[in-house]
Nanobody
Framework: QVQLVESGGGLVQAGGSLRLSCAAS????????MGWFRQAPGKEREFVAAIVWSGGSTYYANSVKGRFTISGDNAKNTVTLQMNSLKPEDTAVYYC???????????????????WGQGTQVTVSS
């Protein structure tokens, strides 16, 4: 099976930066989409960013566009989320997810992803 492990979460002041990493193991991730989702207290899970390995296309939620950058390191089987200019509204548990092999219908739809990490807490103080 596929295992995803997130790291890099923590406490940071508003305006600061954090770098989240997602390490994948178990099988190849070629021709998959991988994404980041987050869930804040009392709110529903929401899409943050995604990358498609084949072609390298990236996608972002409007709320993080221009501040967050997703990238992949194929040699290390790792996906990274660089978060700059953090706001208190970014406080949430962040989850890494991998889609099933083959075509994907909707990048932001969480039901497109079959494998999930356990999450890492990001807290941004005002």
């Amino acid at each position: 099976q596929v295992q995803l492990v997130e790291s890099g979460g923590g406490l940071v002041q508003a305006g600061g930066s954090l770098r989240l990493s997602c390490a994948a193991s178990g099988r190849t991730f070629s021709n998959r989409a991988m994404g980041w989702f987050r869930q804040a207290p009392g709110k529903e899970r929401e899409f943050v960013a995604a990358i498609v390995w084949s072609g390298g296309s990236t996608y972002y939620a409007n709320s993080v566009k221009g501040r967050f950058t997703i990238s992949g390191d194929n040699a290390k089987n790792t996906v990274t989320l660089q978060m700059n200019s953090l706001k208190p509204e970014d406080t949430a548990v962040y989850y890494c997810a991998a889609a099933r092999p083959g075509p994907i219908r909707s990048i932001p739809y969480d039901r497109e992803y079959d494998y999930w990490g356990q999450g890492t807490q990001v807290t941004v103080s005002s």
